[in-house]
């Protein structure tokens, strides 16, 4: 695998690792995130800790198990529920 | 009261239960027990319709839900947890979850996890602390915002930053960890 020498942070780069992060957690606004994917291309530090967030990101969407509810469980419950008042006959 | 009824359940169905799914997910990463989750879904739902005319059409549905289901675990992790001689949990994330804190990156190379499989993912996300991987699971897996999240969990956005940095950081490290002792790579020194 060998030692990974990450790129330099531009002196003028205003980018900080937070930002990455948030900008990929969609957490800037429509202007800021514009402004930061135009300065992240200028520097090689933040470009590459933004690819390396972003792979991580997705890495973990793709493997982390996902769960769905059985068609049994939906019908027990819509049951369960229809046998609490306050609201009516539950209709499906 | 039939045609409340209705509206009821057109609320339950339409808005409710299409995020049943995505409960499950969380439920089930946060007990790591498919009993319990189904248990806590339940709980969530049955709270849901209960509280249901305290909840105003077409919001946030979903975050909505989250947030109850997270109460219910969070109070019965609670009477579990109330054991002699055990760590003080909230003391242990305050400690953790100061703001002011460096942003330290944990400098990995993510080719190293590519290969591990779905199982080895979910065990090492499952194996954090329980704010941890809270946060990752609404934040990476289900894609709410801050401020949804500062909602659900009921903490500043401030600490949501902080505290979803530390929980990549810990499960980057766990995953290197489990990727050495798999054979995926050898541990670097
Ligand atoms: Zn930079």
């Given amino acids: 695998m060998g030692i990974r020498i990450p790129g330099r942070h531009n002196t003028n780069c205003r980018c900080t690792d937070e930002r990455v992060e948030m900008a990929l957690d969609g957490a800037l606004s429509r202007k800021e995130q514009e402004r930061f994917l135009q300065e992240v291309k200028l520097c090689a530090y933040c470009s590459e800790k933004y690819e390396r967030e972003k792979s991580f990101k997705q890495f973990l969407c793709n493997k982390v198990s996902r769960k769905a509810l059985s068609p049994s469980f939906i019908n027990s419950l819509k049951e369960k529920i229809g046998k609490q008042p306050g609201h009516g006959r539950f209709i499906n | 009261m039939q045609e409340n009824g209705n509206k009821a359940d057109d609320v339950f169905n339409e808005e409710f239960l299409p995020h049943g799914d995505a409960l499950l997910t969380f439920a089930y990463h946060l007990t790591y027990d498919e009993a319990q989750a189904e248990d806590l879904v339940q709980e969530t ?10 909840y105003q059409r077409g919001t946030n549905a979903k975050a909505w839900l989250f947030k109850i289901l997270k109460n219910a675990f969070i109070n019965d992790y609670r009477k579990k947890a109330k054991r002699p001689h055990s760590v003080d949990y909230e003391d242990f994330l305050a400690y953790h979850d100061s703001e002011d804190s460096s942003y330290k990156d ?10 591990m499989m779905g199982d080895e993912v979910t065990k090492a996300l499952n194996d954090l602390p329980v704010n941890f ?21 009921g903490i500043r956005i401030g600490t949501i930053r902080s505290r ?22 050898e541990k670097e020194h």
């Fill in chain 2, 45 to 54: 739902f049955m709270k849901a319709w209960r509280f249901i005319d305290s």
């Fill in chain 2, 106 to 115: 944990l400098d990995t190379n993510n080719e190293v996890f590519q290969g």
């Fill in chain 2, 133 to 153: 991987k809270t946060v990752i699971l609404l934040c990476d897996i289900e894609g709410f915002t801050y401020e949804e999240m500062s909602a659900i969990i």
């Fill in chain 2, 164 to 185: 979803l940095h530390r929980a990549r950081n810990m499960l980057k490290d766990a995953l290197q960890g489990y990727a050495a002792n798999l054979g995926y790579t």
